[in-house]
């Protein structure tokens, strides 16, 4: 099996949603011709609607000769999308898989010079799901594909996703790791933990997202956007001494001193049950996620496979 040595070349995203927005706001923030040779992103539309709401997420960094150049496509201009693609990235929701792969996308893929990989986002479809798919429509032959599960998060778009891959085999990893590295954090897990991983990594920003509110909210002798900034850049602090190695427990050790005012916010938490809520919240998070694939994992099972059309 060939391995993809490059850095990019060419990149398509099918159904460019939240997602797949930040994903593009990312590597359009990334790119300079010195530093990697990614040739171009064509993303595409359902309407032309999506497609204004694309080009106004890009204006301002990506218009001059130095930018990423950015193709935006609408309507049924999948299969011309995907044409001599490196990488294909499906944006879509779990229940557009099949108004995505069509017959005449998987033949353009199949067609390309190279072996294209094809990286799923769709919430719960895993690899062996996105692989019935491909298949079925492909009328059960081989295909030259590589399939690649990614969960980034919409972090992606300031270039700070923590994105969790898994693939069933080293081919292809190279070349995705590298396009995933110009929009955060990377790391490779194995398939059957990439339920809990989405819950951690991508859902738990809104859960992060939360506490800031609170906490930002929480007083009045401050204006809600200093409050904001402050306690996110504490937050940004409590991160940065977690990735350096040091452990929760010493964290609030050093902050928390016996009979201090942080004592007493923490007797607070822990009376209110905060750990066990936010538990419960990651746990709750991960089995739902586990249930949005079944929608795909019973079309391709059914007569016709992926070309049943997925109710919206």
Not at 265 to 275: A, M, R
Request: charge should be neutral.
């Amino acid at each position: 099996m060939a391995e993809h040595t490059d850095n990019g070349g060419k990149i398509a995203i099918l159904g460019c949603g939240k997602l797949g927005i930040a994903i593009l706001q990312g590597l359009a923030k990334s790119y300079s011709k010195s530093s990697h040779n990614l040739d171009h992103v064509v993303v595409t539309a359902k309407t032309s609607a999506g497609a204004k709401r694309i080009q106004k997420s890009i204006n301002g960094f990506a218009t001059t000769q130095e930018s990423l150049r950015v193709e935006i496509h609408t309507g049924d201009e999948n299969s011309l999308a995907v044409q001599d693609a490196v990488v294909v990235i499906l944006g879509c929701k779990p229940n557009a898989l099949s108004e995505i792969l069509t017959p005449k996308v998987v033949r353009a893929i199949e067609q390309n010079e190279k072996r294209t990989i094809l990286v799923n986002l769709a919430g719960g479809v895993t690899l062996a799901d996105l692989a019935r798919v491909y298949r079925s429509v492909r009328g059960d032959q081989e295909h030259r594909a590589f399939i690649v599960r990614a969960i980034p998060n919409i972090a992606a778009s300031v270039r700070q996703s923590a994105t969790v891959l898994s693939s069933w085999t080293e081919d292809g990893r190279e070349a995705v790791q590298r396009v995933f590295d110009l929009i955060g954090h990377t790391e490779w897990v194995a398939e059957e933990q990439m339920f809990a991983a989405s819950a951690l990594g991508a859902s738990s920003l809104a859960f992060h997202a939360i506490i800031l509110r609170a906490v930002a909210g929480s007083l009045s002798e401050m204006s809600s956007a200093d409050a904001l900034r402050l306690c996110a850049r504490a937050m940004l602090g409590t991160a940065a001494l977690v990735l350096a190695g040091e452990s929760l427990d010493a964290i609030i050790d050093k902050v928390a001193t016996r009979g201090g005012s942080t004592e007493a916010g923490l007797h607070i938490l822990k009376t209110h049950g905060v750990e066990d809520s936010f538990l419960a919240a990651i746990r709750a998070t991960t089995q739902a996620t586990g249930t949005m694939g079944k929608t795909v994992s019973r079309l391709s099972d059914q007569p016709g496979g992926a070309n049943v059309r997925c109710a919206e």
